[in-house]
């Protein structure tokens, strides 16, 4: 059977003024040798806990209906002050008029003024008031100060997902305006290759448009995208293209951002393959290396470290990285051995 968990306010009502009751009960057997003759210790006692424990409610109930606690903390402090001696002036008012009424009060107020028993009453009510409004108002500072942190990690969660979403939304229009490019270009010079690409295109844009609903998906996944885009490229390229893989199986359900290897490798092709009068290749390579997954895309080409000229893969790919893993992982694009760019991702390994 399901059970409601009782706040944490009444467990901290009934357990301080129980503990009240217990250290005078403590107080009265094992200390105060004077009290031991008191007739009415116990019903002064249980009516001291029980006005302070509905005087103490009510306080709450006026702190919460004036939202004091959503002023700032010095307002708060001033405000608390007032209200502790307010309602320790209350709870003392009802204690004595309860005792006197219900004759069990003790010797040493027999004969005594009000003003007298009222004063002597206040200064212990304005002490376990005291108390009872810093343990109220300590608790509250603490739970508002999560909830802000709370808060905040929820509003970096909402920015991170957003700037995801700006980034994907930039991604796929522009894959789409370079793969219409392409398809274009063979559109007059062989129009059965044109069908050709268009449908392959279709089925690239199917895969990405699953593959967009995530923050990650697998490597199997991903390159099933990166496949079908080398395909309809290599309609475009012909022997232009030439495409090598070394993709370690164990890695192939590793998760990686989507269309993050995709852009890459097609900004290879854009910037690297394109330029070239024969063409080039281009390498696509996973594997483990040491306590991290690296992904690692090579293309025929030289690197011009422009901003102009490193197209938007790179940027799209150090950002997403970055929201993803922060520090964790890394991106490098450069010129290596050769008449070649490589470009590294090092991202943390995932448990499957």
Excluded: C
Excluded at 53 to 79: N, Y
Excluded at 342 to 351: L, N, Q, S
């Amino acid at each position: 059977m399901f059970k409601r968990k009782l706040p944490y306010y009444w467990i901290a009502q009934f357990g301080g003024w129980g503990f009240y009751v217990l250290l005078y009960t403590f107080y009265y057997y094992t200390i105060s040798a004077y009290y031991s003759d008191y007739a009415y210790y116990f019903q002064n006692m249980f009516t001291e806990a029980g006005t302070g424990f509905l005087i103490s409610h009510l306080m709450r109930t006026v702190i919460k209906e004036t939202k004091l606690l959503t002023l700032s903390l010095a307002k708060q402090i001033g405000w608390m002050v007032v209200t502790t001696l307010i309602f320790g002036f209350i709870y003392s008012s009802v204690v004595v008029v309860i005792e006197e009424k219900m004759g069990w009060e003790p010797e040493y107020y027999i004969g005594a003024t009000f003003a007298y028993k009222l004063a002597r009453m206040a200064v212990g009510g304005a002490l376990f008031f005291t108390i009872w409004s810093l343990l109220y108002l300590m608790y509250h500072y603490v739970v508002s100060t999560q909830r802000q942190r709370i808060n905040q990690v929820k509003l970096e969660a909402v920015v991170k997902d957003l700037e995801l979403k700006t980034i994907k939304a930039h991604i796929n229009p522009h894959f789409i305006f370079n793969a219409l490019n392409s398809i274009r270009a063979l559109i007059d010079e062989n129009p059965d290759r044109a069908r050709t690409a268009v449908t392959e295109l279709s089925q690239l844009l199917r895969s990405s448009m699953n593959a967009d609903k995530e923050e990650l998906v697998s490597l199997e996944r991903e390159l099933k995208i990166v496949n079908n885009y080398l395909a309809l490229e290599q309609i475009r390229f012909e022997d232009r293209l030439r495409v090598q893989l070394d993709i370690d199986p164990d890695t192939l359900k590793q998760k990686v951002p989507p269309m993050m290897l995709q852009t890459l490798v097609e900004n290879a092709i854009k910037h690297g393959i394109s330029k070239e009068m024969h063409g080039g290749e281009v390498f696509i390579g996973s594997d483990f290396v040491a306590d991290h997954h690296e992904l690692v895309v090579r293309n025929t080409g030289h690197l011009v470290s422009t901003d102009s000229e490193e197209g938007f893969g790179i940027s799209s790919t150090t950002n997403r990285l970055q929201l993803l893993f922060g520090n964790k992982a890394s991106f490098n694009i450069q010129n290596v051995a050769g008449h070649t760019v490589e470009a590294k991702i090092i991202m943390p390994v995932t448990v499957n």
